[in-house]
């Protein structure tokens, strides 16, 4: 008997030491793009436990101006960001160790106020869309330094009230589709990562007035979820990876069936990793998150709720890569607030973390190994 209790006791101490701590210490790093002046300064970071959701205070990550989007390199050694009102494009190396950016060199959009960017899926090039004169561009990386190149691949939109707002690339690596929130359309590229080229391929028109402003893929890379930003809607598409094409499925409201809507604008759309859950950020006077799950038959959205609390002219937000914790920029709020996904029902439940970051715009994770 007492052998029995011995070796149950062994047991228990070695799932304790092989599984507990491992999951208790996985933590992500959040860095988080700001508009500078106002008490910011450039890129800050803190750190999220994955156990309670907590997050450590905001410190400086590296001082640059008007760092309002940010995204990784796949080899999570590099960092790049917009400066918006600079009309350059940053490049950053990322200490593994203390999280801290070392500024490499910048490379001007070609068009102003670039405000999305993103790393294509081979780490070659960095894409960015410029808000003011509606334009994109594709700057090539060097493999070896993550530097920006100094030669460039650059589309002018055609139309009047152009206005860029986001770029992205499909999963294939073979189309960029950049949402121009002025012309109503969402931009479709071929792009040629090995060359970083952009070619005019076609376009596909978001229902009149809803103003396209940024869109979310699918896991599979199959299906788009755009946000009108001017009409409170999200459009949901089919997209055909081969031809380059959306298809649109579904428009709806990301206001409650009981509000009348009076102004206001959306700001962002980001599917679950799991892809059963959508969410779309509703900035003032709504000021909350609109929550929309996803039938896994028929591929339709259906608006399930919306969260507020806490939330103050939400910009960019993020769910980091597991899925239980959604982090929301309050970009008027001058915080980052932190809400707890539920796995079933997508529903979201405040928590008590949050930091404090002088007019956070984008919310980015990498995990600290």
């Known amino acids: 008997m007492k052998m029995n209790i011995r070796r149950a006791l062994a047991a228990i101490l070695i799932a304790l030491t092989t599984s507990s701590p491992a999951q208790a210490q996985e933590k ?11 008490g910011s300064k450039g890129i800050y970071q803190s750190e999220l436990n994955l156990e309670d959701g907590s997050l450590t205070a905001a410190t400086l990550a590296v001082e640059t101006a008007n ?31 203390t999280g801290k950016l070392t500024f490499l060199n910048s490379q001007p959009s070609q068009g ?27 700057i090539p990386i060097d493999p070896d330094t993550g530097m920006l190149s100094d030669r460039s691949s650059f589309q002018q939109h055609v139309g009047e009230r152009k206005h860029g707002h986001s770029i992205h690339v499909d999963k294939a690596n073979k189309f960029a589709l950049c949402c121009d929130l002025g012309l109503g359309k969402v931009v479709v590229y071929a792009f040629d990562a090995a060359k970083g080229t952009l070619t005019t391929h076609g376009a596909f028109d978001a229902p ?19 946000n009108g930003e001017s009409d409170l809607t999200i459009i ?3 997209y055909d990876p081969g031809k380059g094409t959306l298809t649109q499925k579904q428009v709806l409201s990301t206001l409650p069936s009981d509000v009348e809507r009076k102004g206001g604008s959306t700001a962002e759309t980001v599917v679950h990793p799991s892809g059963k859950f959508v969410y ?28 507020g609390t806490g939330v103050k002219t939400p910009r960019n937000f993020a769910i980091e890569p597991t899925g239980r914790y959604m982090l929301v920029a309050n970009q008027s709020g001058g915080n980052v607030i932190v809400f707890r996904i539920d796995q079933k029902t997508g529903l979201l439940t405040p928590t008590k973390a949050s930091v404090k970051v002088p007019s956070p715009v984008c919310v980015r994770f990498i995990k600290i190994e």
Request: glycine share 8%; aromatic share 12%.
């Open 28 to 38: 992500y790093r959040v860095y988080l793009g700001t508009y500078t002046g106002e």
């Open 67 to 97: 760092p309002s989007f940010v995204a990784f390199h796949p080899n999570k050694k590099f960092l790049y960001a917009v400066n918006e009102r600079e009309a350059t494009l940053s490049a950053f190396s990322i200490d593994a160790e």
């Open 112 to 138: 102003a106020a670039p405000c999305h960017l993103v790393v294509d899926p081979s780490g070659r090039n960095v894409l960015a869309a410029n808000y003011s004169g509606g334009s994109c561009i594709s």
């Open 208 to 226: 009149k007035g809803a103003g396209p402003r940024h869109f979310a893929w699918s896991p599979d890379g199959k299906r788009a979820y755009i």
């Open 236 to 238: 949901a598409c089919d």
């Open 280 to 307: 779309v950020s509703n900035r003032d006077p709504y000021n909350s998150i609109a929550i929309f799950s996803l039938d896994p038959m028929t591929r339709k959205l259906t608006a399930v709720g919306h969260q």
